[in-house]
């Protein structure tokens, strides 16, 4: 793709609730000298900041990147939303249309915006090259078919935008799930601006289409209830649109993909040799994925109030997470783990920049929770940090002459998942009961990504478990003794 010729700059922002202008003694509005320019002050009656908000900056476009950047503040707040909020249903009251209408969507974390806004960037830079503007466009009749399109409609910016993402995921210059992306915000960016009146038609068809679920043959009591229809309402529905890419766009890859890369026995021994993995911090982020399955963004989300002492009397310990497709969950960690945890939260390094933290966002911050991993300004640590802790790892083997690892920190979560499927199998639990622990543990969205592991552990490529053997025991005892109750009471 080409260089991009406007910029994204991460910067603090204030979205706070009821903006004002601050006056002085004589009722003025205060201003204030920034540069060779003079800006109002303006505050608001109660702050929403958020760090390393990402802002599209472009001059020469002065006002698309203004229309860009208060899309994405939307996006954040969940001003405007594909998906209701399901914090503010309420199935006990009727609500009028009206007032739905007006009820916030879900938020957006920021890795998501950053997302959203890089994809936008995409397409101003492509309208700044084409000298064209996202405005030229033409009405599709509400009834049109949302599969046609219209030969007028390829003329029109968006259109031919469409035809340049095609064109660089046929040249393999762009991934095709990231073109699919790229285009899907374009059609929510005209969404938003044709509900806030800037564009007074949509150029492509947007309908809301309820879609069948085919029940798979594998699929377990646990997900579904025989013999019980679901109503209408509860059918699984979603937007279709007729600006898409199309999949024959879609190249043979020349080598395919490995899917799956558990670490085997003697790379985690040559891992846990290092002095990375003996790191507070560093060393905390690797057992995290290794002994639980976090994702590197479910590690930076704990806060430090999930983190209990384990000497306490409780039978089991567990973490409250926001999972991948925002799905929440209450995920039982090892205690051992737990105590590792503790630990970490007890030393004089955590105890200093939990002052630090305190005393720039107050305590019991309810938007500005405690985090478990803070960095030294006090702030939250970043999803890159724990992602580059295998870096460091493969830093500190070349250095000491060791070979080389060629694994990354989310293949240790699938090595966490691949031996719990060792440990029930070896019980002798049916792929189909394994399945049905591991989307639940792992948080999996298909059934075709948690069969992996269980192919990958019956092929029996891991070995011995080696340096996992403590941990092999300690987590999964507790995982078989909850399985054969399970079992006990569905006997029963």
């Not at 739905?100 to 090259?129: N, P, S, V």
């Not at 968006?158 to 059609?187: C, D, E, M, P």
């Not at 630090?356 to 309810?366: C, K, P, R, T, V």
Request: aromatic share 10%; with cysteine.
């Amino acid at each position: 793709m080409s260089r991009s010729t406007s910029l994204i700059m991460n910067t603090r922002l204030n979205i706070g609730n009821l903006p004002y202008f601050v006056r002085d003694s004589d009722n003025n509005i205060s201003e204030a000298l920034n540069g060779d320019f003079k800006l109002r002050d303006l505050q608001y009656h109660s702050d929403n900041i958020y760090d390393d908000f990402p802002l599209i900056s472009c001059p020469d476009r002065l006002i698309e990147s203004l229309e860009f950047n208060l899309f994405l503040i939307d996006r954040k707040t969940g001003a405007f939303s594909l998906k209701r909020n399901p914090h503010t249903d309420n199935d006990e009251y009727v609500w009028s249309k009206g007032h739905l209408g007006a009820k916030k969507g879900r938020e957006l974390d920021i890795k998501t915006i950053l997302r959203i806004a890089k994809d936008i960037r995409h397409f101003l830079d492509w309208m700044i090259k084409q000298n064209v503007s996202y405005e030229e466009i033409m009405a599709v009749p509400r009834d049109f078919d949302p599969y046609s399109i219209m030969e007028a409609e390829t003329l029109l910016p968006v259109w031919r935008f469409q035809q340049h993402l095609t064109a660089l995921v046929k040249g393999q210059l762009l991934a095709y799930k990231s073109g699919v992306r790229i285009l899907q915000n374009v059609r929510v960016f005209y969404l938003w601006s044709f509900r806030r009146g800037e564009v007074n038609a949509l150029p492509f068809s947007h309908k809301l289409k309820a879609i069948k679920v085919r029940r798979q043959d594998d699929a377990e009591s646990l997900f579904s209830m025989p013999g019980v229809q679901p109503a209408h309402s509860r059918a699984l529905k979603n937007y279709i649109s007729n600006l898409t890419l199309p999949k024959s766009a879609i190249q043979k890859e020349a080598k395919p993909k490995q899917q799956l890369l558990a670490y085997t026995a003697d790379e985690l021994q040559l891992m846990m040799k290092t002095d990375v993995y003996a790191h507070r911090t560093y060393g905390l982020f690797l057992k995290c994925a290794l002994f639980a399955g976090l994702r590197a963004n479910e590690v930076v989300q704990l806060n430090r109030d999930e983190v209990i002492n384990p000497a306490s009397n409780r039978l089991s310990f567990s973490l409250s997470l926001l999972r991948k497709f925002s799905k929440a969950d209450n995920l039982r960690i090892s205690p051992k783990l737990m105590a590792m945890l503790w630990h970490y939260t007890q030393d004089s390094v955590h105890l200093e920049r939990q002052s630090m933290h305190e005393a720039e966002f107050g305590i019991n911050n309810l938007k500005h929770p405690l985090p478990l991993f803070i960095n030294r300004d006090g702030h939250r640590m970043s999803e890159a940090s724990v992602s580059n802790s295998i870096q460091k790892v493969r830093a500190e083997l070349k250095r000491r002459g060791l070979p080389n690892l060629e694994r990354t920190f989310h293949d240790l979560r699938a090595t966490f998942a691949t031996y719990w499927a060792i440990a029930l199998i070896k019980k002798g639990y049916s792929p189909n009961d394994i399945k049905a622990k591991l989307i639940l543990l792992m948080s999996h969205e298909t059934y075709e990504t948690t069969q992996s592991y269980i192919d990958f552990a019956l092929e029996g490529r891991m070995g011995k478990h080696g340096a996992m053997e403590p941990w092999v025991v300690d987590i999964y005892q507790e995982v078989l003794a909850r399985v054969n109750n399970a079992g006990a009471a569905d006997d029963s």
